[in-house]
Protein backbone atom coordinates (compact mmCIF):
# COMPACT_ATOMS: atom_id res chain seq x y z
CA UNK A 1 0.00 0.00 0.00
CA UNK A 2 2.49 2.34 -0.44
CA UNK A 3 0.76 4.35 -3.10
CA UNK A 4 -1.62 5.17 -0.41
CA UNK A 5 -0.96 8.65 1.10
CA UNK A 6 -1.26 8.73 5.33
CA UNK A 7 -4.06 6.80 6.61
CA UNK A 8 -6.04 8.03 8.95
CA UNK A 9 -6.67 5.80 12.91
CA UNK A 10 -9.49 6.60 15.74
CA UNK A 11 -7.94 5.35 19.14
CA UNK A 12 -10.77 2.73 19.87
CA UNK A 13 -10.93 3.98 23.48
CA UNK A 14 -10.72 7.64 22.95
CA UNK A 15 -11.46 8.06 19.70
CA UNK A 16 -8.45 10.73 18.79
CA UNK A 17 -7.97 10.98 15.32
CA UNK A 18 -3.81 10.31 14.25
CA UNK A 19 -2.02 9.56 11.08
CA UNK A 20 -1.12 6.07 10.90
CA UNK A 21 3.02 5.96 10.98
CA UNK A 22 4.93 3.11 9.77
CA UNK A 23 6.79 0.75 12.42
CA UNK A 24 10.04 -1.65 12.87
CA UNK A 25 9.62 -5.09 13.19
CA UNK A 26 8.10 -5.65 16.50
CA UNK A 27 7.32 -2.16 17.61
CA UNK A 28 3.71 -0.72 18.50
CA UNK A 29 2.33 2.06 18.46
CA UNK A 30 0.24 3.57 20.99
CA UNK A 31 -2.51 6.31 21.08
CA UNK A 32 -0.86 9.88 22.14
CA UNK A 33 -3.41 10.98 24.29
CA UNK A 34 -4.71 7.80 26.36
CA UNK A 35 -1.70 5.51 25.90
CA UNK A 36 -4.01 2.57 24.26
CA UNK A 37 -2.16 0.46 21.97
CA UNK A 38 -3.24 1.45 18.64
CA UNK A 39 -1.36 -1.60 16.52
CA UNK A 40 1.44 -3.26 16.05
CA UNK A 41 3.99 -4.13 13.68
CA UNK A 42 4.00 -7.98 14.44
CA UNK A 43 6.90 -10.02 12.99
CA UNK A 44 5.52 -12.66 10.28
CA UNK A 45 2.26 -12.31 11.88
CA UNK A 46 -0.12 -14.45 9.46
CA UNK A 47 2.44 -17.12 9.13
CA UNK A 48 3.01 -17.36 12.87
CA UNK A 49 -0.24 -16.74 13.95
CA UNK A 50 -1.12 -19.79 11.42
CA UNK A 51 1.66 -22.06 12.57
CA UNK A 52 0.34 -21.33 16.92
CA UNK A 53 -3.19 -21.74 16.19
CA UNK A 54 -2.76 -25.14 13.92
CA UNK A 55 -0.34 -26.95 16.90
CA UNK A 56 -3.45 -25.08 19.69
CA UNK A 57 -6.10 -27.01 17.98
CA UNK A 58 -4.49 -30.33 17.92
CA UNK A 59 -3.12 -29.96 21.45
CA UNK A 60 -7.18 -28.69 21.86
CA UNK A 61 -8.54 -32.03 20.79
CA UNK A 62 -5.89 -33.91 22.71
CA UNK A 63 -7.10 -31.86 26.03
CA UNK A 64 -10.20 -32.70 25.72
CA UNK A 65 -10.00 -36.47 24.94
CA UNK A 66 -7.83 -37.11 27.57
CA UNK A 67 -8.50 -36.96 31.31
CA UNK A 68 -6.84 -34.06 33.66
CA UNK A 69 -6.58 -35.94 36.38
CA UNK A 70 -7.71 -39.17 38.72
CA UNK A 71 -8.02 -40.16 42.14
CA UNK A 72 -7.65 -42.89 43.75
CA UNK A 73 -9.34 -44.30 46.68
CA UNK A 74 -9.29 -47.63 47.89
CA UNK A 75 -7.52 -48.93 44.67
CA UNK A 76 -10.49 -47.33 42.51
CA UNK A 77 -9.30 -44.80 40.09
CA UNK A 78 -11.79 -42.58 38.83
CA UNK A 79 -10.60 -40.14 35.95
CA UNK A 80 -12.39 -36.69 34.88
CA UNK A 81 -11.60 -34.40 31.47
CA UNK A 82 -13.26 -31.41 30.86
CA UNK A 83 -16.53 -33.05 28.72
CA UNK A 84 -16.84 -35.32 31.91
CA UNK A 85 -17.09 -32.45 34.02
CA UNK A 86 -19.49 -30.51 32.16
CA UNK A 87 -22.17 -33.06 32.06
CA UNK A 88 -21.26 -34.06 35.78
CA UNK A 89 -22.30 -30.38 36.37
CA UNK A 90 -25.53 -30.85 34.48
CA UNK A 91 -26.60 -34.14 36.41
CA UNK A 92 -26.25 -32.19 39.53
CA UNK A 93 -28.39 -29.71 38.59
CA UNK A 94 -26.10 -27.24 38.53
CA UNK A 95 -27.41 -26.30 34.58
CA UNK A 96 -26.84 -22.80 34.32
CA UNK A 97 -22.72 -24.07 35.59
CA UNK A 98 -22.71 -26.41 32.89
CA UNK A 99 -23.17 -24.48 30.04
CA UNK A 100 -20.88 -21.29 31.65
CA UNK A 101 -18.09 -24.15 32.13
CA UNK A 102 -19.11 -25.49 28.72
CA UNK A 103 -19.03 -22.01 26.57
CA UNK A 104 -16.34 -20.81 27.97
CA UNK A 105 -13.79 -24.09 28.05
CA UNK A 106 -15.19 -25.81 25.21
CA UNK A 107 -16.86 -23.95 22.53
CA UNK A 108 -15.47 -20.37 22.42
CA UNK A 109 -11.81 -21.89 21.99
CA UNK A 110 -13.09 -24.14 19.26
CA UNK A 111 -14.86 -21.09 17.76
CA UNK A 112 -11.65 -18.97 17.86
CA UNK A 113 -9.17 -21.52 16.87
CA UNK A 114 -11.29 -22.73 13.65
CA UNK A 115 -11.81 -19.11 12.50
CA UNK A 116 -8.23 -18.08 12.95
CA UNK A 117 -7.56 -21.15 10.92
CA UNK A 118 -10.35 -20.68 8.36
CA UNK A 119 -9.28 -17.11 7.63
CA UNK A 120 -5.14 -17.33 7.69
CA UNK A 121 -5.19 -20.61 6.19
CA UNK A 122 -6.26 -19.32 3.03
CA UNK A 123 -4.43 -16.05 3.03
CA UNK A 124 -1.59 -17.81 3.57
CA UNK A 125 -1.73 -19.81 0.17
CA UNK A 126 -2.96 -16.30 -1.47
CA UNK A 127 -6.63 -16.97 -1.19
CA UNK A 128 -9.23 -14.45 0.30
CA UNK A 129 -11.59 -16.75 2.12
CA UNK A 130 -14.86 -16.45 1.49
CA UNK A 131 -17.30 -14.54 4.20
CA UNK A 132 -14.26 -13.53 6.23
CA UNK A 133 -16.57 -10.46 7.81
CA UNK A 134 -18.50 -12.62 9.39
CA UNK A 135 -15.82 -14.59 11.09
CA UNK A 136 -13.68 -11.76 11.62
CA UNK A 137 -16.40 -10.40 13.81
CA UNK A 138 -17.35 -13.84 15.45
CA UNK A 139 -13.16 -13.47 16.37
CA UNK A 140 -13.88 -10.45 17.82
CA UNK A 141 -16.62 -11.40 20.00
CA UNK A 142 -15.36 -14.44 20.93
CA UNK A 143 -12.06 -13.68 22.09
CA UNK A 144 -13.71 -12.35 25.48
CA UNK A 145 -15.03 -15.34 26.50
CA UNK A 146 -12.57 -18.19 25.71
CA UNK A 147 -10.99 -18.59 29.42
CA UNK A 148 -8.58 -21.56 28.56
CA UNK A 149 -5.79 -20.06 30.79
CA UNK A 150 -8.41 -19.16 34.08
CA UNK A 151 -9.62 -23.18 33.48
CA UNK A 152 -5.80 -23.70 33.66
CA UNK A 153 -5.10 -22.06 36.84
CA UNK A 154 -8.70 -23.89 38.10
CA UNK A 155 -7.01 -27.05 37.50
CA UNK A 156 -3.63 -26.51 39.42
CA UNK A 157 -6.49 -24.97 42.34
CA UNK A 158 -8.41 -28.32 42.40
CA UNK A 159 -5.22 -29.97 41.61
CA UNK A 160 -3.69 -28.72 45.55
CA UNK A 161 -7.09 -29.44 46.93
CA UNK A 162 -7.00 -32.57 46.26
CA UNK A 163 -3.83 -33.73 47.52
CA UNK A 164 -5.45 -33.19 50.79
CA UNK A 165 -7.41 -35.53 50.83
CA UNK A 166 -6.51 -38.15 48.19
CA UNK A 167 -4.29 -39.90 46.10
CA UNK A 168 -3.94 -37.66 42.58
CA UNK A 169 -2.73 -39.09 38.99
CA UNK A 170 -1.82 -36.79 36.73
CA UNK A 171 -3.10 -37.47 33.34
CA UNK A 172 -2.36 -36.69 30.15
CA UNK A 173 -4.74 -33.49 29.42
CA UNK A 174 -3.17 -31.84 32.24
CA UNK A 175 -0.41 -31.48 30.44
CA UNK A 176 -2.10 -30.79 27.46
CA UNK A 177 -3.41 -27.54 28.97
CA UNK A 178 -0.83 -26.23 30.39
CA UNK A 179 0.80 -26.23 26.81
CA UNK A 180 -2.34 -24.99 25.08
CA UNK A 181 -2.40 -22.09 27.74
CA UNK A 182 0.87 -21.21 26.06
CA UNK A 183 0.14 -21.46 22.41
CA UNK A 184 -3.04 -19.98 22.76
CA UNK A 185 -1.50 -16.57 24.31
CA UNK A 186 1.26 -16.83 21.46
CA UNK A 187 -1.76 -17.13 19.60
CA UNK A 188 -2.75 -13.97 21.10
CA UNK A 189 0.26 -12.21 20.72
CA UNK A 190 0.98 -12.50 17.63
CA UNK A 191 -2.60 -12.16 15.54
CA UNK A 192 -2.71 -8.71 14.25
CA UNK A 193 -6.44 -8.19 13.31
CA UNK A 194 -4.71 -5.40 11.24
CA UNK A 195 -2.28 -6.82 9.22
CA UNK A 196 -5.62 -8.87 8.33
CA UNK A 197 -7.63 -6.56 7.39
CA UNK A 198 -5.32 -4.81 5.21
CA UNK A 199 -4.53 -8.38 3.50
CA UNK A 200 -8.40 -8.91 2.85
CA UNK A 201 -9.27 -5.38 2.07
CA UNK A 202 -6.20 -5.06 -0.48
CA UNK A 203 -8.04 -3.27 -3.22
CA UNK A 204 -11.11 -2.83 -1.99
CA UNK A 205 -9.90 -0.04 0.50
CA UNK A 206 -11.81 3.24 0.74
CA UNK A 207 -10.23 5.18 2.76
CA UNK A 208 -10.88 8.57 4.02
CA UNK A 209 -8.12 11.02 3.34
CA UNK A 210 -6.95 13.84 5.14
CA UNK B 1 -1.97 16.09 27.32
CA UNK B 2 -2.56 15.86 23.02
CA UNK B 3 -4.17 19.80 23.23
CA UNK B 4 -4.46 19.86 19.80
CA UNK B 5 -6.78 16.36 19.38
CA UNK B 6 -9.70 15.61 17.74
CA UNK B 7 -11.65 13.25 18.03
CA UNK B 8 -12.84 11.09 15.00
CA UNK B 9 -16.43 11.87 15.70
CA UNK B 10 -16.06 15.56 16.22
CA UNK B 11 -14.60 15.53 13.02
CA UNK B 12 -18.07 13.18 11.51
CA UNK B 13 -16.17 10.52 10.51
CA UNK B 14 -16.80 6.86 11.63
CA UNK B 15 -14.14 4.53 13.52
CA UNK B 16 -15.43 1.15 12.98
CA UNK B 17 -15.35 -0.93 16.14
CA UNK B 18 -14.68 -4.54 14.05
CA UNK B 19 -12.22 -3.31 11.63
CA UNK B 20 -10.84 -0.03 12.62
CA UNK B 21 -11.11 1.59 9.48
CA UNK B 22 -12.16 5.15 9.60
CA UNK B 23 -14.67 6.41 7.24
CA UNK B 24 -16.39 9.38 6.36
CA UNK B 25 -20.39 8.72 6.53
CA UNK B 26 -22.51 8.36 3.07
CA UNK B 27 -25.33 9.74 4.19
CA UNK B 28 -26.74 11.67 6.92
CA UNK B 29 -29.99 10.64 7.09
CA UNK B 30 -29.56 6.89 6.54
CA UNK B 31 -27.91 4.79 9.28
CA UNK B 32 -24.13 4.30 7.95
CA UNK B 33 -22.21 0.47 7.23
CA UNK B 34 -18.45 0.05 7.34
CA UNK B 35 -17.35 0.63 3.96
CA UNK B 36 -14.87 -1.84 4.35
CA UNK B 37 -16.55 -4.64 6.48
CA UNK B 38 -19.77 -3.61 6.42
CA UNK B 39 -20.25 -3.20 10.35
CA UNK B 40 -23.45 -0.97 11.31
CA UNK B 41 -21.42 2.27 12.45
CA UNK B 42 -21.83 4.59 15.21
CA UNK B 43 -20.33 7.45 16.76
CA UNK B 44 -20.19 5.89 20.24
CA UNK B 45 -21.67 2.41 21.22
CA UNK B 46 -25.38 2.99 21.68
CA UNK B 47 -27.42 3.05 24.99
CA UNK B 48 -23.81 2.56 26.49
CA UNK B 49 -24.78 3.98 29.42
CA UNK B 50 -28.17 2.47 30.15
CA UNK B 51 -27.06 -0.86 29.29
CA UNK B 52 -24.15 -1.26 31.29
CA UNK B 53 -26.07 0.45 34.25
CA UNK B 54 -28.50 -2.39 33.27
CA UNK B 55 -26.17 -5.21 33.77
CA UNK B 56 -24.06 -3.61 36.62
CA UNK B 57 -27.56 -3.37 39.21
CA UNK B 58 -27.96 -7.03 38.31
CA UNK B 59 -24.38 -8.19 39.12
CA UNK B 60 -24.76 -6.37 42.46
CA UNK B 61 -28.29 -7.84 42.96
CA UNK B 62 -26.87 -11.31 42.69
CA UNK B 63 -23.36 -10.38 44.21
CA UNK B 64 -25.53 -10.91 47.71
CA UNK B 65 -26.61 -14.38 47.02
CA UNK B 66 -23.41 -14.69 45.63
CA UNK B 67 -21.53 -14.24 48.95
CA UNK B 68 -23.51 -15.19 51.20
CA UNK B 69 -25.01 -18.70 50.39
CA UNK B 70 -23.38 -21.93 49.68
CA UNK B 71 -20.51 -22.11 47.04
CA UNK B 72 -19.40 -25.92 48.06
CA UNK B 73 -20.24 -28.64 50.11
CA UNK B 74 -17.42 -30.91 51.09
CA UNK B 75 -18.06 -34.04 53.29
CA UNK B 76 -16.32 -37.10 53.72
CA UNK B 77 -16.73 -39.98 56.82
CA UNK B 78 -15.61 -37.73 58.99
CA UNK B 79 -16.54 -34.63 58.32
CA UNK B 80 -18.67 -31.94 56.73
CA UNK B 81 -19.21 -28.29 55.78
CA UNK B 82 -20.43 -25.90 53.75
CA UNK B 83 -18.73 -23.33 52.37
CA UNK B 84 -18.93 -19.83 51.62
CA UNK B 85 -16.82 -18.10 49.12
CA UNK B 86 -14.89 -16.11 52.47
CA UNK B 87 -15.23 -19.14 54.34
CA UNK B 88 -13.74 -21.94 51.88
CA UNK B 89 -10.47 -19.30 51.56
CA UNK B 90 -10.59 -19.11 55.05
CA UNK B 91 -10.66 -22.38 55.10
CA UNK B 92 -7.75 -23.17 52.95
CA UNK B 93 -5.53 -20.30 54.69
CA UNK B 94 -5.74 -21.89 58.04
CA UNK B 95 -5.25 -25.58 56.70
CA UNK B 96 -1.31 -23.85 55.29
CA UNK B 97 -2.92 -23.64 51.52
CA UNK B 98 -1.64 -20.10 51.67
CA UNK B 99 -1.09 -19.71 48.40
CA UNK B 100 -4.12 -21.49 47.16
CA UNK B 101 -5.91 -19.22 49.77
CA UNK B 102 -4.46 -15.90 48.21
CA UNK B 103 -5.15 -16.88 44.31
CA UNK B 104 -8.73 -17.42 44.97
CA UNK B 105 -9.23 -14.56 47.33
CA UNK B 106 -7.87 -12.51 44.58
CA UNK B 107 -10.13 -13.82 41.68
CA UNK B 108 -13.11 -14.74 44.01
CA UNK B 109 -13.32 -11.45 45.95
CA UNK B 110 -10.46 -8.81 45.23
CA UNK B 111 -11.76 -8.42 41.44
CA UNK B 112 -15.28 -8.86 41.63
CA UNK B 113 -15.21 -6.02 44.38
CA UNK B 114 -12.57 -4.02 42.25
CA UNK B 115 -15.32 -4.55 39.01
CA UNK B 116 -18.44 -3.63 40.35
CA UNK B 117 -16.49 -0.49 42.13
CA UNK B 118 -14.82 0.91 39.10
CA UNK B 119 -17.34 0.59 36.79
CA UNK B 120 -19.63 2.36 39.05
CA UNK B 121 -17.03 5.21 39.49
CA UNK B 122 -16.64 5.32 35.50
CA UNK B 123 -20.09 5.41 34.84
CA UNK B 124 -20.81 8.07 37.54
CA UNK B 125 -18.04 9.73 36.41
CA UNK B 126 -19.19 10.00 32.79
CA UNK B 127 -22.62 10.85 33.37
CA UNK B 128 -21.17 14.02 35.29
CA UNK B 129 -19.25 14.72 32.34
CA UNK B 130 -15.93 14.84 34.91
CA UNK B 131 -13.01 15.78 33.77
CA UNK B 132 -10.65 14.74 36.23
CA UNK B 133 -8.16 12.29 35.45
CA UNK B 134 -9.13 10.91 31.77
CA UNK B 135 -6.15 9.01 31.66
CA UNK B 136 -5.98 6.79 34.28
CA UNK B 137 -9.61 6.59 33.78
CA UNK B 138 -9.25 5.00 30.64
CA UNK B 139 -6.39 2.49 32.64
CA UNK B 140 -8.61 1.53 34.95
CA UNK B 141 -11.14 0.75 32.47
CA UNK B 142 -8.82 -1.67 30.92
CA UNK B 143 -7.58 -3.04 33.79
CA UNK B 144 -11.30 -3.63 34.40
CA UNK B 145 -11.92 -5.23 30.85
CA UNK B 146 -8.80 -7.21 31.61
CA UNK B 147 -8.69 -8.78 34.66
CA UNK B 148 -12.83 -9.73 35.19
CA UNK B 149 -12.09 -13.41 33.31
CA UNK B 150 -10.07 -14.40 36.33
CA UNK B 151 -13.02 -14.47 38.68
CA UNK B 152 -14.21 -17.72 36.35
CA UNK B 153 -11.89 -19.67 38.38
CA UNK B 154 -13.84 -20.64 41.16
CA UNK B 155 -16.61 -21.76 38.99
CA UNK B 156 -14.10 -24.23 37.06
CA UNK B 157 -12.54 -25.20 40.21
CA UNK B 158 -16.12 -26.30 41.88
CA UNK B 159 -16.91 -27.79 38.53
CA UNK B 160 -13.66 -29.89 38.13
CA UNK B 161 -13.82 -31.00 42.28
CA UNK B 162 -17.92 -31.83 42.12
CA UNK B 163 -17.29 -34.07 38.72
CA UNK B 164 -14.71 -36.09 40.34
CA UNK B 165 -15.44 -36.66 43.79
CA UNK B 166 -18.66 -38.49 43.49
CA UNK B 167 -17.33 -41.45 44.93
CA UNK B 168 -20.77 -42.53 47.09
CA UNK B 169 -19.74 -43.06 50.38
CA UNK B 170 -16.45 -41.71 50.45
CA UNK B 171 -16.43 -38.40 50.07
CA UNK B 172 -19.15 -35.64 48.20
CA UNK B 173 -18.44 -32.32 46.83
CA UNK B 174 -21.02 -30.57 45.58
CA UNK B 175 -21.56 -27.21 44.30
CA UNK B 176 -24.36 -24.94 46.06
CA UNK B 177 -26.75 -22.44 45.12
CA UNK B 178 -23.77 -19.34 45.10
CA UNK B 179 -22.00 -20.96 42.66
CA UNK B 180 -24.68 -20.03 40.07
CA UNK B 181 -25.10 -16.53 41.74
CA UNK B 182 -21.55 -16.19 41.17
CA UNK B 183 -20.97 -17.51 37.95
CA UNK B 184 -24.20 -15.08 37.13
CA UNK B 185 -21.90 -12.09 38.65
CA UNK B 186 -18.98 -12.83 36.62
CA UNK B 187 -21.00 -13.01 33.42
CA UNK B 188 -22.99 -9.78 34.24
CA UNK B 189 -19.93 -7.62 34.84
CA UNK B 190 -18.06 -9.20 31.90
CA UNK B 191 -21.42 -7.92 29.91
CA UNK B 192 -21.22 -4.31 31.29
CA UNK B 193 -17.81 -3.75 31.04
CA UNK B 194 -18.34 -4.55 27.36
CA UNK B 195 -21.19 -2.41 27.30
CA UNK B 196 -19.26 0.22 28.49
CA UNK B 197 -17.79 2.93 25.92
CA UNK B 198 -14.38 3.91 27.19
CA UNK B 199 -14.47 6.55 24.42
CA UNK B 200 -17.09 8.72 26.61
CA UNK B 201 -14.71 9.52 29.36
CA UNK B 202 -12.40 11.58 26.69
CA UNK B 203 -15.92 13.47 25.43
CA UNK B 204 -16.21 16.15 28.24
CA UNK B 205 -12.62 16.88 28.04
CA UNK B 206 -12.99 16.99 23.88
CA UNK B 207 -15.50 19.93 23.68
CA UNK B 208 -13.89 21.73 26.43
CA UNK B 209 -11.37 22.23 24.47
CA UNK B 210 -12.83 23.00 21.18
CA UNK B 211 -14.96 25.31 22.90
CA UNK B 212 -11.08 27.37 23.82
Known sequence: MADQPEKLIACHDCDLLQREVPLNKGCM????????????????????????????????????????????TQGDQSAINLYGAVLAMWDQEMKPISVVVFLTAIVAPTIELLSMIYLLLPLKLGKIPAGYTLFMRTLQYVEPWGMVEVFMLGILVSLVKLTNNFRVVPGVALWSFGALTLLLAATAASFSARDVWARLGQGIDREVEP | MNRKGLSAARLGLYSCHVCNLVSRPR???????????GTELHF?????????????????????????????????????????????????????????????????????????????????????????????????????????????????????????????????????????????????????????????????????????
Open chain 1, 29 to 72: ARCSRCGAVLYRNATDSIDRTLAYALSAAVLFVVANSFPIFAIE
Open chain 2, 27 to 37: SMSKQSSCPRC
Open chain 2, 44 to 212: RRPSSIARCWAFLIAAYILYIPANVLVMMETGSLISYRKDTIMSGVIHLWNNDNKMIAAIVFIASITIPILKLISLTFLLLSVQRRSRWRPRQRTALYRVVEGVGRWSMLDIYVVTLLAALVQLGNMAVVKAGPAAIAFGAVVVLTMFASMEFDPRLIWDPIQDEESHD
